[in-house]
């Protein structure tokens, strides 16, 4: 395909993913160029998380491929998947609960690196991966007794620590209060600023999305059905029935 | 000779198939409701057996009453055992429910020993033999499968048309949902792990009319009825039913035509395969 | 933290070597009671390997101590029926590796099963094992396989040593496997599978090793076993031996460095005197302590320990 050039960091192309018989994804294509926050918005049950799957390698699709610069990755595991440098946090936080801070970043730091890696080197890494995400005073905490903010962040640490390429944001703002997403705002732009990355973001908090997504792309029942900055898509007709619509039928 | 041998081995295997049917029947339900693998059922079905044999033996009533009975105690069992400890299980890891559960095992099985001695008993009755040619069905065999029909359809009636099965279904298909709309989930937990327990005291009770047991026999039908829940896919006590008339004619073909010792060790050959073989259906996948 | 978790390996490390000096100084029966004690550890060390570290339940981990036993015998037999006989440690190596090897052969597909699926999965091969043990003229169906004559024999204390050498060996491959990648890997598919499989943690790879590892050392132990008994017997395959390493690993602390050895210690004490005390009635006390251990302990005695420690800003492994 022609859109397969070196800038493209991700390319999900013509992806199907059935359950049964439910499309749960339909002929979906997505383009992340190098360096960009892509947004990406639907209401519940419009494909992001199956999405994200399908690019993990937890799902493998019926039709289409995953690409990642360049590299078909459809039919990889997604341990394979994230050695490559995607990195992915979860809307329902998912820490290693009986493990300390410090050993919950220390995994994902340890299985990045090609065999031989040196253990100082990787805690050193983690440490500053630490400070960047705020963490650095419960460094030894069990990751259990962490609140929900700082465990947001320690999803964070966790797959920066996996030095990755492309990192996949599942709702990392939702249920905070409104100075915790600006922080969170404040740290995601740090983060891309300090390490490059490019971004794919779930977000339910609009005020959030439209702020720090270069792009928006817009999942309805397993459909793209819009594309573009964010201001053409908040000015788009089909956008706005997918969202009301829900919102009435919920 | 040949064929009756093979007709004999066919109509064993079907009749014992109904009773590993219900036992396992007992264990699906309990899994399907609150995702717990009681690891005690066979110690169970063994106290069910020992609970019927005493009534029988004590009162001097009628087999089938005193089975009955030991079906309400195993319903009272339950309860309590839900009280006592199962309700706390409900949230905890897989690893600690099911030695939680391993530990009831050991305490089951070694009060029976001291209770009971370690001397097989059975409920001495003896039923007419029928007769066909060359092919008898012992009288007892006929009684206990219809017994275990006759429980499989009531509780699969249960499911289907009461409101109190409605709700059991819905909490097997999403307990979180299940709660949003109202039911009790704690009620649906302690009455589907009580009414598992019965079932497994009835099993036990039926398995006393053809077959001697004793306080630690109840690892083998912990094991067939693991091999019949998986087969007939955990959670589905439909399924159950049918996985256990494969399973009774397998133990049957093996015990005519090779030896009834490894009757087991194929059992799990079996289950090893379905798992082999159908990994996909019966992963734990999340999300 | 890194010189505390050293100090652990140094204590358990140093604990052995007294009990190993103390059995060879006393008297036989106190040598014999002591080598049970080592043997439950070795076992229990090779439980955590896998079951403490990773959090799959395995009820079947008897089969390799069984095989490992029978590996023994079996060879044994053989060998000496073409007029051959090998240096015990290699009976006992042999054992560990074959065991393994079994390990590996049906560690492919039934670790791809989870929870209660393995569960069942691990119990089921260990009853197919047992059984066609028990049904098997060649391997002595339920009377065992005796091999009195057929290879060195040892009195207790030169067994102790031999199984003190393995009970070394576990501690310090537990010890190394928890410092580096595949424990951390095992505790992460511990804590969540996926998540794990996210971070980039070959989560069938570790499984399988971690369960190969713990195999072979279960074999060790019955390969030992069957050396200083000169025989094999089904019974060695009995689920109900789970009981004792599973009770060991919880009392001790699950998936750490101390716990199977302080829990073995505990446990074999207890048992001991409780059997004395209520010959009948042990394994009914057992049941209860388990399920309470489980309740309200279940990160066991290096558990409370930590959390005692933790103000002091030490911790154990």
Partial sequence: ?250 | MAFELLAQTIINGLFIGFLFGLAGMGLTLIFGIMRILNFAHGAIIMLGAYTAFWIFILYSINPLVAILIGTVAGLIFGVVLYMILVNRLVRAPALASLLALFGVSMILENSMLNLWSPNPRSIPVDYPTISYGLVTISGSRVLVSIVAIAASVLLLATLKWTRFGRMIRATVQDSRAATLMGVDVNKVYALGFSIGIALAFLAGGLLALIYPFEPFGGLQYALYSFVVVVLGTLGNPAGCLFAGLIIGLIHSITGSYWTLNMSPAVAYLILVLTFLLRPGGIMAGRE | MRGIGFNSLTMSLGFLILIGIYGMVADTATTSYLHAMVELMILAYSLNLFTGLSGYANFGHVVFYGLGAYTVSVSAVGLSSMGMSLPTPVYVLGAGVFAAIFALVIGFPILRLRGDYFAIATLGINEAVRVTICNTKELGEGRGIYILGLVPSYDIKMLYIQLLLVAFAVVVTTHIVLKTKLGYGLRAIRADEDVAEIMGVNTSKYKIMAYALGAFFAGLAGGVVTLQFACSFPEYLFIGRSVDMFSAIIIGGIGTLLGPLIGSVIFWIVKDALLIQFPYFHLIIFGVALIVLILFFPRGIVGLANRVLAKRGKVLE
Avoid at chain 1, 139 to 161: T, V
Avoid at chain 1, 168 to 182: F, K, N, P, Q, S
């Fill in chain 1, 1 to 250: 395909m022609s859109r397969m050039n070196r800038e493209s960091m991700l390319v999900v192309d013509n992806v199907t993913k059935r359950f049964g018989g439910l499309r749960a994804l339909n002929k979906v294509n997505v383009e992340v160029k190098r360096g960009e926050i892509l947004g990406l918005i639907g209401p519940n049950g419009s494909g992001k998380t199956t999405l994200f799957n399908v690019i993990m390698g937890f799902y493998h699709p019926e039709e289409g491929r995953v690409l990642l610069q360049g590299e078909d990755i459809t039919d990889l595991k997604p341990h394979q998947i994230a050695r490559r440098g995607v990195g992915r946090t979860f809307q329902i936080v998912r820490p290693f609960g009986d493990m300390t801070v410090l050993e919950n970043i220390l995994v994902s730091g340890l299985f990045s690196v090609p065999r031989g890696g040196e253990h100082r080197k990787i805690e050193d890494r983690c440490h500053e991966i630490l400070k960047i995400t705020n963490l650095t005073e419960r460094i030894n905490d069990p990751a259990d007794e962490l609140s929900i903010a700082e465990k947001r962040r320690l999803e964070i640490a966790r797959a920066l620590a996996l030095d990755p390429q492309l990192l996949l944001l599942d709702e990392t703002m939702a249920g905070l209060t409104h100075a915790e997403v600006d922080q969170a705002l404040q740290m995601i732009s740090g983060i891309r600023k300090e390490f490059g990355l490019t971004m794919i973001v779930v977000e339910h908090v609009m005020r959030a999305i439209m702020s720090i997504s270069d792009r928006i792309v817009v999942l309805s029942e397993g459909r793209k059905i819009a594309e573009g900055t964010p201001k053409e898509v908040s000015e788009n007709e089909q956008v706005l029935t997918a969202y009301l619509g829900h919102r009435k039928g919920s």
